[in-house]
């Protein structure tokens, strides 16, 4: 942990936990949320899990988000935890709510997608489970553990990434669509749940987000690696199938995250917030 001088931003003084921060629109988020004047507990697997037919976040990169987050003058934790574990993250929230005092913001990012290339009935029992238990049951699992201290205090902000895949369905993504589609749900019930308690609870669905060098976000060459096709046409496939012929940008997520996060959205919960070029409106 290194502190450095503080600036005045829309999150001075708050406290910001991100999941799978280690890379792509988490390590996009931890970045706006660090400019922002957040201070940040950063979390990440770090490490590959059997069943992801990608590589996923390494410690290298999870170090790298942290050290570009404390040159925006943050104060940050980095922490390994894999959010199918409740055992982990609760060692990690411990660690956040010790060093850093408090929570404000969670941004509940961690995620997978894989396989891809099968229809419904095609998937096993394994690969099903390892989606809902990342996509829908992990983000569960870091809200249990983070709502209470929000609940205490009367305030905070939970961002839920979800998908355009929370909100319509994609062919061949079955699990992944459901568990989306299912962390909608836990949004919007939850937000329910907090309505009165100044705990706001949001989806926040990117369509498809281009891998960016910076960021080296894997999520889209890992698709194209599972459906065994080049990356450059996966992805010419996912332009084509954008209303503005153009792939969203993570940082485009972060912008979105931050309004979620801050209170200039204090109206807005159970919110399901599309940054997605127009994909969805169809
Ligand atoms: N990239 C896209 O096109 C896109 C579109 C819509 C939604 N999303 C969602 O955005 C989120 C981030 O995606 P991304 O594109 O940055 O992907 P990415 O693979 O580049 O990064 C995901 C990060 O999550 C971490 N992670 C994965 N499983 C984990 C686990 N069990 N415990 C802790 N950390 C874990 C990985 O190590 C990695 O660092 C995901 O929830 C994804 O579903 C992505």
Redo the contacts with the bound molecule.
Sequence with gaps: MTTSPRRAGRLDRRVAIV?????????ACALALAAEGADLAL?????D?PG?T?P??TAA??RMTGRLCEERGATVLTRH????SPDELAAAVGDTLDRLGRVDVLVN?????TPAGLPAHGLDEDQWRLMVD??LT?AWRVMRLVVPHMLDRGAGSVVN?????GVVGYPHFAN?TAA?HGLVGLTRAAALDYATSGVRVNAL?????R?EPE??????G?IADALGIPADRQEQVFVDGQPTRRL?S?HD?ANACIWLASDESRGVTGGVITVDGGYSAR
């Design positions: 999941t799978g921060a280690a890379r792509g629109i988490g390590r979390i990440d697997v770090a490490a899990i992801a990608y996923l976040g990169q999870l935890a894999d959010v199918r990012n961690a995620g997978l997608a990342v996509d992990g990434v979800a998908s355009t895949a992944y989306k669905c990117p369509g498809s987000v891998d960021l080296e976000g894997r999520m889209l890992g969203v993570a997520v």
